[in-house]
């Protein structure tokens, strides 16, 4: 079975843009949860999704957005985009939910410059 | 607020001895937990999880064990080998909540 797949790998922004990142679940997972991990903070809870319904959401500014597809897919969108924002955002997925073990993408790495 | 805290940054242990690493936490509402492995560039990996309702779960090489009085849990890594050198995750989730609450890590390394 194919695993999490995150696109793209990598990322380089100017402040002020705005990025969408996609995740892509294990097959037949149908909860995705994003994260960030930056050196600082290690690793932070941004949202979940089950259903096309996001049922959880971190504490981010509402800059940070997400979405899901029909299909289990997942975007997130991250506008006007800060120096802070750098970061490894990661993709995880698990059948229904966090109390089962979510399993992880291999991340996108956002720069801004 | 940190409710999961890894309070070891770095361990260094030699190969073939026993590797333990430990995570604390302070929401009591907390009712699974899960170690996660992670090399540079990579995602975390899975590597084993117990429910609040055990205290011992084992899986080869693998032993987590859990105090809930004391709000702690262990990882136990025997024999310890170069292949587990990496950073170490532990994490924790209350039912409902829908999320991860992770640690900070701790860099395991492995010396011959």
């Known amino acids: 079975k194919a695993g999490v797949t995150q696109t793209p790998r990598y990322l380089i922004k100017t402040r002020g843009q705005q990025v969408t990142l996609s995740c892509s679940p294990i097959?037949?997972?149908?909860?995705v949860s994003w994260y960030q991990q930056t050196p600082g903070q290690g690793l932070q809870f941004l949202f979940e999704?089950?259903?096309?319904?996001?049922?959880n959401k971190g504490n981010f500014p509402g800059r940070f957005s997400g979405r899901q597809f029909s299909n289990s897919r997942s975007e997130m969108n991250v506008s006007t985009l800060e120096l802070g924002d750098s970061a490894l955002y990661l993709c995880a997925s698990s059948p229904t939910g966090v109390n089962y073990e979510q399993y992880f993408g291999p991340g996108t790495r956002l720069t801004v410059t | 607020d940190q409710q999961v805290k890894q309070n070891s940054p770095s361990l260094s242990v030699q190969e073939g001895r026993i590797s333990i690493l430990n995570c604390d936490y302070t929401n009591s509402m907390f009712d699974y937990f899960l170690w996660y492995k992670k090399y540079p560039a990579e995602g975390p990996t899975f590597l084993i999880s117990?429910?609040?309702?055990?205290d011992k779960n084992e899986d080869g090489r693998f032993t987590v064990f859990l105090n809930k009085s004391a709000k702690h849990l262990s990882l136990h890594i025997v024999p310890s080998q170069p292949g587990d050198s990496a950073v170490y995750f532990c994490a924790a989730s209350a039912r409902g909540a829908q999320k991860l609450v992770f640690g900070q890590g701790t860099r395991l390394t492995i010396n011959p």
């Open positions: 999704y089950f259903s096309e319904t996001q049922r």
């Open positions: 097959s037949g997972h149908r909860s």
């Open positions: 117990i429910s609040s309702i055990k």
